[in-house]
């Protein structure tokens, strides 16, 4: 069956640091891949998908990035975090090609201060 | 590109009352529309979806509706219980596309007053 992994859940991070969030999953291959933040209180908001290595959309212009270094791999990364990047951050997989539902990681609350 | 409206933002119902949940979308190419449930602190998890080629789908409780022609779908529980407060989602894509990618609502923070 598959699995999806991000880590950690749970990160405080001074502003101006430097910011990596990993997801994999399991058991399944060429999957699209889905980066959403959710603020408090607030929908969820699509930051990147990808459906292929080292092809990253971007949804909003913001103060981070996206990487797929291997194909069950999705990175998010920031250079120098802000207040405003504080959130919910969710990773997510879906079956290419297929209309079926997205599974969620468990999420990593950020708090930036 | 694709975008999602939902309405209301909070609802609150009495216990045993329907509930109804509505969203919108603007592109006629999406035809697949999961609904996701988000409890305090956890991830959101599918409880129906449905799809273009189908106008109503119903699972015990929950039921969902697609107008394709006015491109809204809508979300329907009844017999409301406490265990169904939380947040709910509507999104919208097209699963068949090579650029496919779901979009969500904003959600609608759902109370069951006992």
């Known amino acids: 069956s598959q699995t999806i992994h991000q880590w950690p859940a749970t990160l405080v991070q001074p502003v101006g640091s430097p910011l990596s969030l990993e997801c994999t999953v399991e058991?399944?291959?060429?999957?699209?891949l889905y980066w959403y933040r959710q603020a408090a209180g607030r929908g969820l908001q699509l930051l990147f998908y990808?459906?292929?290595?080292?092809?990253i959309s971007s949804e909003v212009p913001q103060n981070l990035s996206a990487s797929r270094p291997q194909d069950r791999q999705f990175i998010l990364s920031s250079k120098k975090l802000l207040l405003s990047d504080s959130g919910f951050y969710l990773c997510?997989?879906?079956?290419?090609?297929?209309?079926?539902?997205?599974?969620f990681g468990q999420g990593t609350r950020l708090t930036v201060v | 590109g694709e975008n999602v409206e939902q309405h209301p933002s909070t609802l609150s119902v009495q216990e045993g009352d329907s509930a109804v949940i509505k969203c919108t979308y603007s592109?006629?190419?999406?035809?697949?529309f999961p609904w996701y449930k988000q409890e305090l602190g956890k991830r959101p998890q599918l409880i129906i979806d449905i799809r273009s080629n189908v106008g109503e789908k119903k699972d015990q409780r929950i039921a969902v509706t697609l107008n394709k022609t006015a491109k809204h779908f809508s979300l329907h529980i009844t017999e409301t219980q406490p265990e169904d407060s939380a947040v709910y989602f509507c999104?919208?894509?097209?699963?068949?596309?090579?650029?496919?990618?779901?979009?969500f609502g904003s959600g609608t923070r759902l109370s069951i007053r006992p």
């Open positions: 999104a919208a894509s097209n699963g068949y596309s090579s650029a496919s990618k779901i979009i």
């Open positions: 990808s459906v292929g290595i080292g092809q």
């Open positions: 592109d006629s190419a999406s035809n697949y």
């Open positions: 058991g399944t291959s060429n999957p699209n």
């Open positions: 997510a997989w879906s079956v290419r090609y297929q209309n079926t539902e997205a599974f």
